[in-house]
Structure formats: C-alpha cells, structure tokens
C-alpha cells in the first residue's frame, strides 16, 4: 500500500499544479493582509486563501485522474489485482487529497509564523482550518467520483469550473457556503456546521471509492445503496444544520483600556487588542468633538460584547469606530413623547445632525454634503455643513440646542 501511495504522489498533476495553487493562495491571502492584526481574522484568511483557487485546480485534477485508468486501457488489470477495488481507488484518490490537505498545512504555516511575527503569541482557530480541511476534502471527492462516473474528457474541466462558480454564488453564510472571506471576533463557526461538513466529506469520500464505474460490472446492491444513503442522510443534515457563523457568547472579562476624565471607556474582545489603541483614540476624538454638549456614555463595547449598552465594531482603520461611536451615542427614540408621525420624523432628523456633526468634527471634515461615506438627505447635509462653518463655540452652542430637542421626552 506504501509502494502505491508513493507511486501516485509522483504521477499525481498535482506534484506540478501545487505550487501555482499555493501562489494563487497566497495572492489572495495578500489580499486580506490587513486583517492579519487579530487571530480570528487571520484565521478565516488561512481558510480562505486555501480553497478560493483550490477547491476548482483540486476537483478538475481529481476527475482527470479518476479517468487516468480507462485512458490507458488498464481496467482489466485493476480487476485483476489481488486487493479490493475499494482499496485500489482509496489509494488512488488519497493521492490527489494529499496535494489537498499539504496546501492547507503550507499555506497556515505560512500565515501562523507571519501573524505571530506581526502581532505577537497566539494560534489560529483550528475550526476554520477544519473548514479548509473539509472543503477541500469534499472537492476531491467529488471530482474524483465525477471522473469514475464518466469518461468524457469534458468532465475535469466543466467539474472545475462548477466548483469555482460555487464557491461565488453559494449564499454568504449558508452552512454550505465553501469558505467565509472574514472571522470577526464577534462570530464563530458553528459546531453543529462543521459536524455535518465532516459527517458530508467524509461520505463523499466513500462514494467516490465504493461506486462503481459506469463500466464496471453491477456491485451488490448493499455495497452501493449503504454509501449512498449516508450521502443523502449527511447532505439532509448539512442542509437543516444553521449559518455557517453564529454569534459568540460575550466573555467574562473583555479588554478595557484605562479610564481616562471625561472620556468614555473602551472595552474590545480580547483577540480584538491590536485595534485596542486605535478604538480609545476614537473615544478621546468624541470626547473632544462633544465639548460636553453630547451627553456620552461610560463606556463603548466591541460589537457582541453587550446588548443593550452602547456598541462599535473595533477594525484597523480609526474612521469607522468614530461613526460608530457617534452614532452608539445616540438615544434610542423608542418610548419618546412624540405626538404625530411628524414630530417622531423631525426628532430622527435632528439625531441624525448629531451624529453627523460628531462624526465630522472627530474626523477632522470642514464639510459632509459631498462626502461619500455619509448618505445624507441634503437638508441635513446643508444644517450640518453650516454649523461646521462656525467658530467652535457657537457650533456647540448649536449642538446644545439639537441635543435639547432630540433627548427632551426620551428619558434623558
């Protein structure tokens, strides 16, 4: 069995294709650098860049060697051979996979030793590398059964092409979606998922070894049924399973920054503390931009850390977090005292100047209406691009008026 996986690892394609595969994985692991700062990000990007590109090289090649044997007009010796057919075609697809999983083990290497050089201790999550494991796994197997089932030399190529198009159009977050493109810290993988991906690949794998080539004679019924079934029963449970990320439980002790006067604290997920720095440089900007007219929270959570306390999403660039923060500010307009549809209308718009304002003088902007991170209707636009054109002093006396007027009748 040793002499037969040695001999396919070096008739395998893939000895040649994997070392393009392993540079299209890395360009897109480039790609996703800047999310490199926390392990959670860096994880879902080893995942990804794994099987982006692969899962299409990785099930073409499968079905091109499935087809490998009727090419050369080897059947009736494989029938020969003294070994279980099943035991034939094990080795033969454990040596297209194996190019499969040693990609998946490069290329988080890889990304674990440029990580821990870039941010410091830590390890990726060994859920997402099941991802890629399983993904990949599942690709293999399916080409490979692919190739048996047909010898049209159509096959590799269209069973590659369907894999790529998958992985583009499969809906985000479907518990059959091949891979996730970002893993904030917020999510994780869900287990009942990720059983059912291995529970599917692993039957895939069985079907690929088991069924019988269309020109093989018939197999017992059992033999063919029992495999097949698994595959329906696993692809049920795959289907009924739930999103491929679900929310994190919030941890016991996040990470917080030291209080600092009159500013609000921060607090992130633990894995989120490179952004930790950036995240309190925000709060101090909306505390400076506030000038005590904006009534501000004691503290701003990372986003799923609190339900019902004031939230941003900690991220590598400082911009967002400030428009999150400002807006986190705001009081929730339920339960206020407006008598007419027009009245609750008009208090959203004011909120809306609010956050506007604080986001634009934290940020450093002299003016909103034409900038186009902000969706504004262009009344509130033209009242915050007048108030910014004022001395400091009477845009807060201004922002005192608004903030008079959008938390009067709301509890505050």
């Given at each position: 069995m040793?002499?037969?996986?040695?001999?396919?690892?070096r008739?395998?394609?893939?000895l040649?294709?994997?070392p393009?595969t392993?540079?299209?994985?890395a360009l897109?692991?480039?790609?996703w650098?800047?999310t490199?700062?926390?392990?959670?990000e860096?994880?879902?990007t080893?995942s990804?860049?794994?099987?982006?590109f692969?899962?299409?090289?990785?099930?073409g090649?499968?079905?091109w060697?499935?087809q490998?044997?009727?090419r050369?007009?080897?059947?009736?010796?494989?029938?020969?051979?003294?070994?279980p057919?099943?035991?034939?075609?094990?080795v033969?697809?454990l040596?297209?996979?194996?190019?499969?999983?040693i990609?998946?083990?490069i290329?988080?290497?890889?990304?674990?030793?440029?990580?821990?050089?870039?941010?410091?201790?830590?390890?990726l999550?060994p859920?997402y590398?099941?991802l890629?494991?399983t993904?990949l796994t599942?690709?293999?197997?399916?080409?490979?059964?692919?190739?048996?089932l047909?010898?049209?030399?159509?096959?590799?190529?269209l069973?590659?092409?369907?894999m790529?198009?998958?992985?583009?159009?499969?809906?985000?977050?479907?518990?059959?979606?091949l891979?996730?493109?970002t893993?904030?810290?917020?999510l994780?993988?869900?287990?009942?998922?990720?059983?059912?991906?291995?529970?599917?690949?692993?039957a895939c794998v069985?079907l690929?070894?088991?069924?019988p080539?269309?020109?093989?004679?018939s197999?017992?019924?059992?033999?063919v049924?029992?495999?097949l079934?698994?595959?329906?029963?696993?692809?049920?449970?795959?289907t009924?399973?739930?999103?491929?990320?679900?929310?994190?439980a919030?941890?016991?002790?996040?990470l917080?920054?030291?209080?600092?006067?009159?500013v609000?604290?921060?607090?992130?997920?633990?894995?989120?503390?490179a952004?930790?720095n950036?995240?309190?440089?925000?709060?101090?900007?909306?505390?400076?931009?506030?000038?005590?007219?904006v009534?501000?929270?004691?503290?701003?959570?990372?986003?799923?850390l609190?339900e019902?306390?004031?939230?941003?999403?900690?991220?590598?660039?400082?911009?967002?977090?400030?428009a999150?923060?400002?807006?986190a500010t705001?009081?929730?307009?339920?339960?206020?005292?407006?008598?007419?549809?027009?009245d609750a209308?008009?208090?959203?718009?004011?909120?809306?100047?609010?956050?506007?304002?604080?986001?634009?003088r934290?940020?450093?902007?002299?003016?909103?209406?034409?900038?186009?991170?902000?969706?504004?209707?262009?009344e509130?636009?033209r009242?915050v691009?007048?108030?910014?054109?004022?001395?400091?002093?009477?845009?807060?006396?201004?922002?005192?008026r608004?903030?008079?007027?959008?938390?009067?009748?709301?509890?505050?």
């Amino acid at each position: 069995m040793k002499t037969m996986f040695g001999i396919e690892l070096r008739r395998s394609i893939m000895l040649w294709l994997l070392p393009f595969t392993l540079a299209a994985g890395a360009l897109v692991a480039w790609g996703w650098s800047e999310t490199w700062l926390v392990w959670p990000e860096a994880s879902a990007t080893t995942s990804f860049a794994a099987t982006r590109f692969s899962v299409a090289v990785l099930a073409g090649v499968a079905a091109w060697s499935a087809q490998r044997d009727r090419r050369g007009g080897l059947r009736d010796q494989l029938v020969a051979i003294a070994r279980p057919a099943w035991q034939v075609e094990a080795v033969h697809l454990l040596g297209t996979m194996a190019y499969a999983w040693i990609g998946l083990l490069i290329t988080a290497l890889s990304i674990q030793l440029l990580v821990m050089a870039k941010i410091g201790p830590g390890f990726l999550w060994p859920s997402y590398l099941l991802l890629g494991l399983t993904t990949l796994t599942f690709s293999v197997a399916v080409g490979h059964l692919a190739g048996r089932l047909s010898s049209s030399r159509l096959i590799p190529p269209l069973i590659g092409a369907t894999m790529l198009v998958a992985g583009f159009i499969a809906p985000p977050n479907a518990p059959f979606d091949l891979s996730v493109v970002t893993g904030p810290a917020k999510l994780e993988l869900n287990p009942s998922v990720l059983a059912a991906r291995s529970a599917f690949a692993a039957a895939c794998v069985v079907l690929a070894i088991t069924i019988p080539r269309t020109s093989a004679p018939s197999r017992p019924t059992k033999q063919v049924a029992v495999p097949l079934l698994a595959g329906v029963i696993t692809l049920g449970w795959l289907t009924v399973s739930g999103p491929l990320q679900v929310p994190r439980a919030p941890v016991a002790r996040p990470l917080c920054a030291e209080p600092a006067a009159g500013v609000p604290r921060v607090c992130v997920w633990p894995e989120n503390r490179a952004y930790l720095n950036d995240a309190t440089r925000a709060a101090r900007l909306i505390a400076s931009a506030a000038g005590g007219a904006v009534p501000l929270p004691d503290t701003y959570y990372d986003e799923g850390l609190s339900e019902d306390k004031p939230t941003f999403t900690a991220l590598s660039t400082i911009n967002p977090m400030i428009a999150d923060m400002a807006i986190a500010t705001m009081p929730s307009f339920r339960g206020c005292r407006d008598k007419s549809e027009a009245d609750a209308e008009e208090r959203a718009t004011i909120g809306g100047e609010i956050w506007v304002w604080m986001t634009a003088r934290a940020s450093g902007l002299k003016s909103v209406t034409n900038d186009s991170s902000f969706l504004l209707p262009a009344e509130v636009g033209r009242d915050v691009d007048a108030a910014l054109a004022k001395p400091h002093d009477k845009q807060l006396a201004w922002v005192k008026r608004q903030v008079a007027r959008t938390w009067e009748g709301c509890g505050a």
